[in-house]
């Protein structure tokens, strides 16, 4: 089947580094995608990764690995800012994304 | 700036009752898609299309209908409202086979 898995909660301080793992099964991957999702708020692209590697957008970095069905998201500097439910998803060969169940980022001061 | 709209943010409905969600998107994206979101269950998909007058069911179409009579506008149909259609309703939109997908602000959908 086709599915992703990523934590339900992650908890850090103010300043610090946070990575959010996830990792996937499906026939046919185009690439993996990262979504942020403030409380109340629409979800809003951050990145997005189609061959392996570290793909770097200010603060937030994202990276794949195809070998091993496997990505992540970094968060560097936290910010209270960053508070928010994150989501890994995958594309396809149609045009639809699958998305993860998402993970809740509590940044503490 | 890709800009996504919905009809309303908060809707209240009784049961049976035929409930209409529109999402209207002004960038010219051929793909649109309604996703509801439930806590802990994500992001799922209800039905998608690619094009004008065409359709494709998601992963849960069960209790749903759509309607893409025009390219900016997508609509998604509750023939006849439960309460376990209470949820979120998210519209996004995508150009081409970009993979980025741009999102409205949702409507929250309460079905009495």
């Known amino acids: 089947g086709q599915s992703l898995e990523q934590p339900s909660e992650v908890t850090a301080v103010e300043g610090a580094i946070v990575q959010i793992n996830c990792t996937y099964q499906?026939?046919?991957?185009?690439?993996l995608s990262w979504y942020q999702q403030h409380d109340g708020g629409a979800p809003t692209f951050l990145s997005y990764?189609?061959?392996?590697g570290l793909e770097e957008t200010g603060r937030f970095s994202s990276f794949l690995s195809r070998s091993d069905s496997y990505g992540y998201l970094l968060l560097q500097e936290l910010q209270m800012k960053d508070s928010a439910s994150y989501f890994c998803?995958?594309?396809?060969?149609?045009?639809?994304?699958?998305f993860g169940t998402g993970t809740l980022l509590a940044v503490q001061p | 700036d890709v800009k996504v709209t919905q009809s309303s943010r908060y809707l209240v409905k009784r049961t049976g009752e035929k409930v209409f969600l529109e999402c209207v998107q002004d960038?010219?994206?051929?793909?649109m898609f309604w996703y509801r979101q439930d806590p802990g269950l994500g992001l799922r998909l209800i039905y998608f299309?690619?094009?004008?007058?065409?359709?494709e069911k998601g992963d849960i179409p069960e209790g749903y209908s759509v309607s893409r009579e025009k390219k900016e506008r997508f609509s998604l149909i509750l023939e006849s409202a439960s309460t376990n259609q209470t949820s979120m309703y998210l519209c996004?939109?995508?150009?081409?086979?970009?993979?980025?997908?741009?999102f409205g602000p949702g409507t929250r959908l309460l079905v009495l």
């Open positions: 996004a939109s995508s150009f081409g086979r970009v993979k980025t997908q741009y």
């Open positions: 998803a995958y594309g396809g060969a149609t045009n639809k994304l699958i």
């Open positions: 499906t026939s046919g991957f185009y690439g």
């Open positions: 960038m010219d994206h051929e793909n």
């Open positions: 990764n189609a061959l392996d």
């Open positions: 299309s690619y094009d004008v007058k065409m359709k």
